[in-house]
């Protein structure tokens, strides 16, 4: 750094990654279970969707994460959607062509897929 002139160029771009990293703790958050389990269940045609889905939407306020093992092998594969202030919701035994689904009702329009839900699981 060899002038004023660097440092608050410095200072503004932190500014903007500060801003970035706020807004990531407030955007909604998919978590897809990546264990062997989920893996061996079709978890990479999962997450390899959802990722498409948002980018074929252009929605940018969503994250996606992997997780391993949840202790739920049976219901593999899995995903939790997290909004801000919300419940988390986990989706189970998800196949790709429910994406498309879960991610227009519940991450777009704010509507459980009540079908797809470890609650509509357990009341088999």
Known sequence: MKSLAELAAI????????????DG????RIV??????????????IINEVTAELA???LEHVTVAQTGCIGM?????LMD?????EEKVT?????????????????????????YTIGAYEKE
């Open 11 to 22: 200072k503004e771009k932190m500014k903007h990654n500060a801003t970035v990293r706020e």
């Open 25 to 28: 703790l407030s955007a909604t």
């Open 32 to 45: 897809v279970g990546m264990a062997t389990c989920g893996i061996a269940a079709g978890a990479r045609a």
């Open 56 to 58: 074929k939407r252009g």
């Open 73 to 77: 092998c049976k219901l593999e594969p």
């Open 81 to 85: 959607v997290i909004v801000p202030g």
């Open 91 to 115: 989706y189970v035994h998800l196949t790709p062509e429910k994406i498309a689904k879960i991610i227009n009702d519940h991450v777009v329009n704010g509507n459980i897929v009540q079908e």
